[in-house]
């Protein structure tokens, strides 16, 4: 079992950023890739990054590269989602996720435990 807790979300203007972070808990979390999601209001969640725990690797999804970046702080057992130049789209609940797979994975079901997520507000 996996207890994964996110926060940092809050309100930012646009062009601004925020970094959010993702605290992980459990037995064995090392086995556990961690995963970025987003939903934003009346839209499916939507994939944004992955920290690929056992590879070392990161991922950033198309359409945040550049802007987005995960990392890890291995002694905190903390992965963090740092958002910069965010835009008015970013507007999101952002949640972080633990999966089994050992590759990378961007589909939802492929991820077992979810935090409670984060509120992510974008105005100008």
């Known amino acids: 079992q996996v207890h994964l807790v996110e926060s940092g979300g809050g309100p930012v203007h646009t062009g601004g950023s925020l970094r959010l972070s993702c605290e992980v808990s459990?037995?064995?979390?090392?086995?556990?890739?961690i995963g970025w999601f987003r939903q934003a209001p009346g839209k499916e969640r939507e994939f944004v990054a992955a920290d690929l725990w056992r590879s070392g690797s990161t991922y950033t999804a198309d359409y945040v590269k550049g802007r987005f970046l995960t990392s890890r702080d291995s002694a905190k057992n903390t992965v963090y989602l740092q958002m910069d130049s965010l835009k008015s789209e970013d507007t999101a609940v952002y949640f972080c996720a633990a999966s089994a797979w050992m590759e990378l994975k961007t589909s939802e079901s492929d991820y077992t435990s979810w935090g409670q997520g984060t509120q992510v507000t974008v105005s100008p």
């Open positions: 459990g037995r064995n979390i090392r086995i556990f890739n």
